[in-house]
């Protein structure tokens, strides 16, 4: 006799229930490795990962206003324009992508974790402190003294305060 199988309960999702995330907002994202490994270690990987964030940017219409890749995650300040792309379409699009792109240069299995996080940023002074957030997080993390001398970060689209 066969054990009965078990379903696991559905995890709730993270997103805001009846929330329009096409929106024209700005929304700040942290999207982890997979078991938070140190995956962007290698530069030209890292500046394939960050080259393929700014065709996405163009093609999915975006303003990226900073980024942040860190060995295990990518910080993004992003807004989407008025064609109304869906952020969970954004990044399981960026996701798939850059995870082939990993793949070419030896990495195995899932990239990313399946999940990520969002929050809202609904006020200007919130702006550009989650922009300075974003920036300073090598600063943070002890790999550069300035935020300006990581390359793996920066402003694409300024905000005008």
Same mark, same amino acid.
């Given at each position: 006799? $066969? ?5 696991? @309960?559905?995890?709730?999702? @993270? ?27 290698? +530069?030209?990987?890292?500046?394939? =990962?960050?080259?393929?964030?700014? $065709? ?5 219409? =975006?303003?990226?206003?900073? %980024?942040?890749?860190?060995?295990? +995650?990518? +910080?993004?300040?992003?807004? @989407? ?19 082939? =792109?990993?793949?070419? +240069? ?6 990313? $974790?399946?999940?990520? %996080? ?15 957030? =974003? ?15 990581? $390359? ?10």
């Amino acid at each position: 006799m $066969q054990p009965e199988k078990t379903e696991l @309960p559905k995890r709730r999702s @993270p997103r805001l229930k009846d929330f329009d995330y096409s929106q024209p907002y700005a929304y700040f994202l942290t999207i982890c490795t997979r078991d938070k490994e140190d995956f962007f270690i290698d +530069h030209k990987l890292n500046y394939e =990962i960050l080259n393929c964030l700014k $065709q996405e940017r163009i093609k999915k219409g =975006i303003s990226i206003y900073a %980024y942040c890749l860190m060995p295990d +995650h990518i +910080h993004l300040l992003i807004s @989407p324009l008025e064609n109304g792309v869906n952020i969970s379409d954004l990044i399981g699009s960026f996701k798939s992508k850059t995870s082939r =792109i990993a793949w070419k +240069h030896g990495l195995r299995g899932k990239v990313w $974790q399946g999940r990520f %996080y969002d929050h809202i940023v609904r006020k200007i002074e919130s702006l550009k402190n989650t922009c300075e957030y =974003i920036l300073n997080n090598p600063v943070r993390k002890g790999l550069v003294e300035k935020w300006e001398d990581y $390359q793996f970060s920066g402003i694409i689209d300024p905000i005008y305060i």
